[in-house]
C-alpha cells in the first residue's frame, strides 16, 4: 500500500531553514509527482511547491519562490522540502502528498502524517 | 495564479440534511482539473472528489462533485454525524496548485 512517512517535529529560531522528509513506499516512486502542502495553526492549506520524482523539476509558489527548494532521491524514494529565512508566521504543519494518478493530472491521494515546524526565538 | 472563493464559510446542518458547498474560480479551470478534500481536526485531508465529479475510492456516494469553468459544487445528500469537518477545494488546472480557504461543516 502507498505510503509518505514524513520526519519529525521541528523548532528552529527566525533566519534558520529546516529540511523536512517524505519517505515514499508501496509504488514506483519516479512515475508520481509529489506536493508540498502547508497549515498554519487554525488555518486553511496551502499550496507550496510540487516535484515530479522522475524528472526532478520543481514548481513552486510564487511567494515561496527563492526560499523553497524540493529535492529527492530516487535511491532512496524521499523527498525533501527546504525553507530557507524562517518567519515566525511559518510556523504550521508541512504535508507532502502523492497524486491520485502519473502525470500531474489529478489531485493528492496519498498524504503523510504531516511535520510540525516551529519557529521562535 | 488562479484563486478559488469557497462559500460559505460554515454550514450548520442536522443530521439527513443536505449540504450544499460552493467553489468559485476567479478564471476557469482547465479540464475541470478540481479536487474536493475533507479534513478532520488533527488529521491529513482526505481525497473525496476528483476531476470535478468523481469520486475517490471509498467515499460515499452521498458526496457528490459538479460544475465546471469556474463554478463547483460539492454536495453532501444525507449528512451524517462524521460529515463534521472542514472542505477545501482545489484546482490542478494550472501548473500552480492553490486551495480555497474551506467551509467548515457543523453538525447540530
Redesign the interface.
Known amino acids: 500500500q502507498v505510503q509518505l512517512v514524513q520526519s519529525g517535529a521541528e523548532v528552529r529560531k527566525p533566519g534558520a531553514s529546516v529540511k523536512v522528509s517524505c519517505k515514499a513506499s508501496g509504488y514506483t516512486f519516479s512515475n508520481y509527482y509529489v ?1 508540498w ?1 502547508r497549515q498554519a495553526p487554525g488555518q ?4 507550496m511547491g ?1 516535484i515530479n520524482a522522475g524528472a526532478g523539476s520543481t ?1 513552486y ?2 511567494r515561496f519562490q527563492g526560499r523553497l527548494t524540493v529535492t529527492r532521491d530516487t535511491s532512496t524514494s524521499t523527498v525533501y522540502m527546504d525553507l530557507s529565512s524562517l518567519r515566525s508566521d511559518d510556523t504550521a504543519v508541512y ?1 507532502c ?1 502523492r497524486e ?1 494518478r502519473t502525470g ?6 496519498y ?4 511535520t510540525l515546524v516551529t519557529v521562535s526565538s | ?1 488562479i484563486v478559488l472563493t469557497q462559500s460559505p464559510g460554515t454550514l450548520s446542518l442536522s443530521p439527513g440534511e443536505r449540504a450544499t458547498l460552493s467553489c468559485r474560480a476567479s478564471r476557469s479551470v482547465s479540464s475541470n ?1 478540481l ?1 474536493w ?1 475533507q ?1 478532520k481536526p488533527g488529521q ?4 473525496l ?3 470535478a465529479s468523481s469520486r ?1 475510492t471509498g467515499i460515499p456516494d452521498r458526496f457528490s462533485g459538479s460544475g465546471s469553468g469556474s463554478d463547483f459544487t460539492l454536495t453532501i445528500s444525507r449528512l451524517e454525524p462524521e460529515d463534521s469537518a ?1 472542505y ?1 477545494c ?1 484546482q ?1 488546472g494550472s ?8 467551509t467548515k461543516v457543523e453538525i447540530k
Open positions: 506536493h502542502v486553511g492549506l496551502e499550496w510540487i514548481t509558489a510564487q504535508y502528498a491520485l500531474a493530472t489529478s489531485g493528492a491521494g498524504w503523510g502524517q504531516g | 495564479e482539473n479536487a478534500y479534513q491529513a485531508p482526505r481525497l472528489i476528483d476531476g475517490a472542514v477545501y482545489q490542478y501548473s500552480l496548485r492553490t486551495f480555497g480557504q474551506g
